[in-house]
């Protein structure tokens, strides 16, 4: 079965510093995983993949996550974090019907 | 391009009434449909998928059904709502490969 864990239901960094949201996964086979953005009230907007190749993804909004096949995580990351970057985030893998199964969310306030 | 219409955006519905929610792509063929629910604003369970017209695949036994009556058109459907199937439900489509886009969501409230 497929999985993705979010080990933190909440994250706090300062503005202008690093940000890190953590995701780990449980695949059988090629992981296929991805990165969402919710605002309150709105549907998840796409930030980023991982389906093969290097191993730092690039995506939307200055994004970019990191997938370590050995240590089966996938963490997104943002050199320097806005006060509008503040939202709920989701992982997800996608299972070998496509299904998408997600992460239970973590959601991340920048601090002015 | 693609765009994905979901409605009603919010609703409000009595206990034991019926409910019908619906979600249509546009821009694309034969997509893979989704419909999720996300209850108190944090974790999404995936309810029902679709690789095609009529084939629906169910990922949780409850109240809820869905059916795909043309190609980019997918419909969640309940006889009798219960107070617990309140929450965000969320439309999503895909092709074979790609990542999911959602539609803006429906606010449901069982009364």
């Known amino acids: 079965a497929q999985s993705v864990a979010q080990p933190e239901d909440q994250v706090n960094v300062a503005e202008g510093n690093p940000l890190t949201v953590k995701c780990t996964y449980s695949v059988s086979g090629n992981p296929y995983l991805f990165w969402y953005v919710q605002y309150p009230n709105r549907g998840l907007q796409f930030l980023l993949k991982y389906i093969t190749g290097d191993n730092l993804v690039k995506g939307s909004y200055g994004f970019e996550a990191e997938f370590n096949k050995s240590q089966t995580s996938f963490h997104l990351k943002k050199p320097s974090a806005l006060v509008s970057d503040s939202a709920l985030y989701f992982c997800?893998?996608?299972?070998?019907?496509?299904?998408?199964?997600f992460g239970t969310g973590t959601s991340l306030t920048v601090i002015p | 391009s693609q765009t994905i219409h979901q409605w009603p955006a919010t609703l409000v519905q009595p206990v034991g009434s019926p409910l019908s929610l619906e979600c249509t792509v546009e821009?694309?063929?034969?997509?893979?449909l989704y419909w999720y629910r996300q209850a108190a604003g944090r974790g999404l369970q995936l309810l029902f998928y679709s690789v095609g017209i009529g084939q629906i695949s169910s990922e949780v036994p409850q109240n809820l059904s869905a059916s795909r009556p043309q190609d980019r058109q997918f419909i969640l459907s309940s006889k009798k709502l219960l107070l617990s199937d309140s929450g965000f439900y969320l439309c999503?489509?895909?092709?074979?490969?790609?990542?999911?886009?959602f539609g803006q969501g429906t606010r449901l409230t069982v009364v």
């Open positions: 997800a893998v996608r299972g070998s019907g496509n299904q998408f199964y």
């Open positions: 821009g694309t063929s034969n997509p893979n």
């Open positions: 999503a489509w895909t092709e074979t490969g790609s990542e999911a886009f």
